[in-house]
DNA sequence: CAATTCCTTTACAAAATCTTTATAACGCAA
DNA sequence: TTGCGTTATAAAGATTTTGTAAAGGAATTG
């Protein structure tokens, strides 16, 4: 993955310039709110790759913010806290908190298991390159092939042929797919699928007009095969 | 999941015992080992959907155990030690580990950090397929074979065969039928249903004139077999 | 800051699906 | 047999969904 984004959510400004600067050094993009709330709009607007979560915000408490966040953000959510009382701690893994860090923690073990959870989250079935017939996908330096021939794709088309790659067979529904792809809040946008999906075709299909791997499953959404 | 089963190696019996007591009041089953050999063996030869590694074991380090499972066991490992240097955690994390908790630990958090991994590493393996004689029906993949062959269908279609599927053997009422797949204020609406099992019985029926999947109860509804 | 690329939005044609109508067939009881 | 309620099938019409092109903005790059 090119740059994995990480939305901090904290209301301490000190933490956060201590977080970006180490996340930057270690090749993250970041992006802040000082805010739950910010920090939900943020996260429906462009979903990052993870999470950094405080627990005592000013507007809302950390806790309610994962519920909300949990309802349809499926990526790693890592919480930080000065408090560390087992009920926190339990409330927040049961609540699908991925870790739970308490304050002041050690910066090598906050990265080692930010990319514990990156690894993991990244790991539905992802051998680096997918390979579809003549179609070749590298999703580590994010090439793709046709024919041995590499194809140039915007990134918003990668993104869109790897999630499809990952999830050869299935059905994705448009809503799932723009969620992924777009954000949460870009779940009606069903115009840019089509024409995405159109693009693509042209660019990796034999005949556009008569797809064979990117299908139309009517009134659903797409399927790769 | 039906009581997942977790593996303790870990050379303290004490901690062994607290261990087995706590998990099992919750249940889960436990298989215990007292040396890292010992806790290769029984992970190969029986694999189990979740290990608990202490790390300062007397014959081989837990670092080393890891690496040796990681090798072909993908389910989660939680480190357990006493150790809490960072270069410690850090590297167990990097190799793979799931988790990582420094002894004494407290056995809520420890419970906690159990169920928020297996429901993690569960939730990457559902594939839930009906099958009904030579009828196949991948729920996730949206995907319906007949003899092995895909079929295609439409939305309304697959979703009325999904509900027949899920369903199997009962006769579902005209009035359920269609509050389940039209909604509430359709439910008189009859001839729809009419028209829809007969393109289904085209599709997936033998001889559509003499059905042996969908039969009509007539004046009260369908019911599939 | 100009040029280029990419994304978003609009408009309209084409295709697929759903709804409705019409008509025939079936089972059952009088 | 006839009549009635129910079911089956085909096909026309209506509606929804999809595909494609293209214009205008936004962002990126040199």
Chains 1, 2 share one sequence.
């Not at 159109?198 to 399927?223: A, D, F, H, M, W």
């Amino acid at each position: 993955m090119n740059k994995a984004e990480i939305l901090i959510i904290d209301d301490e400004a000190q933490i956060r310039k201590l977080l970006q600067i180490n996340l930057e050094s270690n090749g993250y993009k970041v992006i802040q709110a000082s805010t739950g709330n910010e920090g939900l709009v943020l996260a429906a607007s462009h979903p990052p790759d993870l999470i950094l979560l405080d627990i005592g915000l000013p507007d809302k408490s950390g806790h309610e913010i994962l519920k909300e966040l949990r309802e349809w953000y499926n990526k790693p959510v890592l919480i930080l806290s000065v408090q560390d009382t087992e009920a926190d701690i339990v409330s927040a893994l049961d609540n699908g908190a991925t870790d739970y860090l308490t304050k002041p923690f050690r910066t090598g073990e906050l990265l080692a298991r930010i990319r514990s959870a990156i690894r993991r989250s990244q790991n539905t079935e992802n051998d680096s390159t997918i390979t579809c017939g003549d179609l070749e996908i590298d999703l580590i330096a994010r090439i793709v092939k046709l024919k041995g021939e590499a194809i140039k794709l915007t990134a918003t088309e990668y993104n869109l042929l790897a999630l499809f790659a990952k999830n050869e067979g299935k059905v994705l529904t448009h809503q799932y797919l723009l969620k992924e792809i777009w954000g949460y809040s870009y779940q009606t946008e069903t115009q840019y699928l089509r024409v995405f999906v159109g693009t693509l075709r042209k660019k990796i299909e034999e005949n556009p007009n008569n797809p064979q791997r990117i299908t139309t499953e009517s009134g659903v959404g797409y399927r790769f095969q």
